[in-house]
Every structure is written in C-alpha cells, then in structure tokens.
C-alpha cells in the first residue's frame, strides 16, 4: 500500500453521511402567528380586489350612461343631418362598442380576481380555524374570550344593581341622587335634572324623604335659588377656602419632585380634597335660609353615620334560629324563618 504525503492527507477525518433527519415541525405558536398572518394578508389582498372591481364598474355605468345621454340626444335632433356619421358611418358605433367591450371585459377580469383572492382568504380562515380547535390565538379570540368570562358578573351586576326590581337598586339610585347635594356636579344639571336626582333622594330610606310626610317639596321649591347661587360661586371661592392655598403649594411640590405622576393634575383630579373643598362650600352656605331643606338633606345623606345595626339584627336572628333547630338546618328553611322574623307583613298576608 502506497502511504500518501503528509500534505496531501486531509486535516481532520471526513465527516461520515448520515441519514437525512425530518425537519422539526414548528413550535405551536409560531404556526398560529403564521396563519393569522396568511388570513390578514389575504383578507387585504381580497379587499384590494374588492375595489378594483368597484371602480371598474363604476367606469363601465359612467360610460354607459354617458352613451345614453348621447343616444337621447341624437334622437332629439330629428331629422337633422349628421354630416359626420355620413362621411363614416360605420366609425363611431365601432368605437363606442369596442370602448364598452374593454370596460364590460375588464369588469369581468376584476370579478374574477376577486373570487380568487376570496377563495384564497375564506381557505386561510378554514386552515387558522381548523388549528385553533379551541385555542386562542388572535386577538379577537382572547377578547371574546374576556368577554365570555366576565359577561356572568355583568349580568349578575345588572340584575342586582340595575334591573328596576333589584336587591340593590336603591343603592345605584340613592348614589345617583346624592350628586344633586355636590355643587361641583350639581352646576352642571339643568333645574329639570336636579329636580329628578331630589325626587330619588328617598331611596336614602330617610323618613324625612318619604312621600307625603318629608321635605321633598320643599327641596324642589328651592331649586331655582339653590342653582343660582351654584351658578355664582366661582373660581375665587374654591381656591380660597381654608387649607387651598397650602394644598396648592404642596400640589405644586409634587409636579417638580414627580412631573410623569403629577403634571397637569389639580386639586378636582383628587377625590379626598375635592371632597374637602366640596364640605367647605356647604359649611359656608348650609345657614342661607333660600336653600334651607337642600342643607337638611346634605346633613342627612353626608353627616349621619352609616350603621350596620341592622345587618347585625339579622345575624342575630340568624343565630337564635340555628341555636333552636340546630347548627345544619336546610338553607331554604332557614331562609323562610328568617323571613318571617325579619319582615314586617301588612294585615291579611
């Protein structure tokens, strides 16, 4: 055996051929970003055609209604000679049908184009569909999925909340009624607006609110005053009143300290010192004798303390009950006696 030279003998050993390996499939992700990618593209495409073909139509109805109007037009001369059609009658009816034929084909061609690219865009969307069997991939499905989950509590909310026979409908309406007693919001109602915000303040549950034996009446007396003096309180008052200047300082400490939190924000963009100014605004006016019952009923709705006396009446009950037929009574029975010792029944129910 011959033994080669040195140089000639190759550096390192030969690699030995291997058996060609699948190409690994793409991760699952990427194969959805691809065919959310392939439906917009066509989608696009198709919609591009869509109004290629609305011009060309377009085009062909503008000429023939152009030839129209000029058929009419020829037809009201009468017996007039057309010196130009004599000399080549034949020259301008090819005309007009040849230019009508290249518009009426384009319009076909473009109709053609469009069923393609819809074709091509309705199989993307069967392929993206075909995938996803159930999973979320575009941002349309993620969003009707949020929608799905939280359309329950929605629900629920509406009912409890919104619906004119809900446990908790007079609370959406007592808190839409109190903004009549905020001047900030109530100068922006009209007198009809505040009127109907008055009316729902019995919702509170206050006696002095009820029908036929409160203050209600007067309070809408009052209105017309009441709005006027809303109507002449004016920037001067809000920024002077006791502690605005001092807020207003720090307020401004706060902008050259932290400008991305605070630039722009003023003393109405913080709930607790609008409040404050609010509370202000009625301990300067609430002895104005023109809007006497509207201060009675911002003591009532913003000065008496919330109780949970009631709430604790009804554990209490609860307790006594479950303390008589035991600590597992059956969740309807336990309902039905609470009712009955709970509620008050007119005569004959």
């Known amino acids: 055996m011959i033994a080669l030279p040195p140089l000639l003998l190759p550096p390192h050993p030969l690699p030995l051929p291997q058996a060609a390996s699948s190409r690994s499939p793409l991760p699952s992700h990427l194969i959805g970003r691809r065919l959310v990618k392939d439906v917009d593209d066509t989608r696009a495409e198709w919609e591009v055609a869509k109004s290629s073909e609305a011009a060309a139509n ?3 109805q503008e000429f023939e209604a ?24 034949q020259s301008r009816p090819s005309a007009q049908s040849l230019q009508h034929k290249t518009l009426a084909d384009a319009v076909e061609a473009e109709k053609v184009v469009t069923a393609e690219k819809l074709s091509l865009h309705l199989s993307a969307r069967s392929k993206l569909e075909q995938f ?41 309406t007592a808190y839409h009624a109190a903004r009549v007693l905020n001047p900030l919001i109530a100068v922006k109602m009209t007198e009809a607006e505040i009127k109907e915000g008055v009316k729902d303040l019995k919702s509170f ?59 722009g924000s003023t003393w109405k963009d913080d709930p607790i010192e609008k409040a404050r100014r609010v509370w202000e605004w009625w301990r300067a006016n ?34 006594l009950i479950c303390e008589t037929t035991g600590d597992s009574p059956l969740e309807e029975n336990l309902e039905v006696r609470l009712f009955e010792r709970c509620n008050v029944y007119p005569a004959g129910i």
């Open 58 to 60: 377009v085009a062909l």
């Open 66 to 89: 152009q030839h129209n109007t000029s058929t009419a037009n020829r037809r009201s001369r009468g017996n007039a000679i057309n010196y130009a059609a004599m000399a080549n009658p």
């Open 132 to 172: 996803k069997g159930g999973k979320l991939i575009t941002e349309e499905d993620f969003v009707a999925h949020g929608h799905k989950v939280v359309e329950p509590i929605f629900k629920d909310y509406n009912r409890l909340f919104l619906d004119s026979h809900g446990d908790f409908k007079n609370i959406t």
């Open 205 to 263: 549950g206050f006696d002095e609110f009820h029908d036929g034996n409160g203050i209600i009446d007067n309070i809408i007396d009052e209105i017309p005053y009441y709005k006027g003096m809303l109507d002449r309180t004016g920037e001067d008052f809000w920024n002077g009143v006791e502690g605005a200047t001092k807020y207003d300082i720090d307020l401004a400490r706060k902008v050259v300290d932290n400008p991305d939190k605070y630039a």
């Open 286 to 319: 609430h002895s104005n004798p023109g809007i006497f019952y509207f201060a009675e009923a911002a003591r009532l709705v913003a000065l008496v303390q919330i109780s949970s006396a009631a709430v604790e009446r009804i554990f209490s009950q609860v307790k």
